[in-house]
């Protein structure tokens, strides 16, 4: 978990669980307890909150809202319906909301979190548009803010899914 500041980015808090009892090593760390840790199916040296890949859930569609409002595939006004289901590619990918959320529009969509409505948009702006959104905010990338061992999130894209799963 990470806290910050919500008008300055600072980081006010950050914690990263499991973890270990820093008393084991603040005297000197023998090879009995070196090992537990290094061996440890939990990996509780691993600090998760800057190393730690996650996917960024609901809060992603604020970016895809933005790519699809700059490609202009979609306006503020415009509404989707939303029957708790979109088709895409022979798929099914349902809506948190299994009853739907009938036609809603940007507002209500973020609002409410309607994942229909940003399946379609998706679809219709594209991963290339949104991809660069997102890097334009700075996802995948690493900060300079005195935190060493941070991680490069992942920005998928045409040339990611190629690279990682040999299909376009």
């Known amino acids: 978990a990470v806290i910050m500041h919500v008008d ?12 270990f009892d820093p008393n084991d090593i603040i005297n000197g760390l023998n ?18 909150a800057l190393r730690g890949l996650y996917p960024p859930g609901s809060t992603f569609k604020m970016v895809t809202a933005l790519a699809a409002l700059e490609s202009g595939v979609i ?30 529009d940007m507002h209500r969509a973020l609002r409410e979190s309607c994942d229909v409505y940003f ?15 997102a890097r334009r905010l700075g996802h995948g ?15 998928p894209d045409s040339d990611w899914k190629r690279s990682r799963f040999n299909r376009p």
């Not at 307890?33 to 998760?48: G, H, I, K, S, Y």
């Not at 935190?147 to 992942?154: E, L």
């Open 141 to 155: 990338q690493i900060y300079d803010c005195g935190m060493s061992q941070q991680k490069r999130g992942v920005v």
């Open 31 to 48: 090879n009995r307890v070196w090992n537990r840790l290094q061996t440890a199916r939990d990996d509780p040296m691993t600090n998760r």
């Open 75 to 104: 306006d503020l006004k415009e509404k989707v319906h939303c029957e708790g289901r979109h088709e895409y590619a022979g798929q099914i990918f349902r809506c948190w909301n299994r009853g739907g959320h009938g036609n809603v």
């Open 119 to 133: 399946y379609e948009i998706s679809r219709r702006t594209g991963i290339g548009a949104i991809a660069t959104m």
């Open 8 to 19: 300055t980015g600072e980081v006010v808090a950050m914690g990263s669980v499991p973890t």
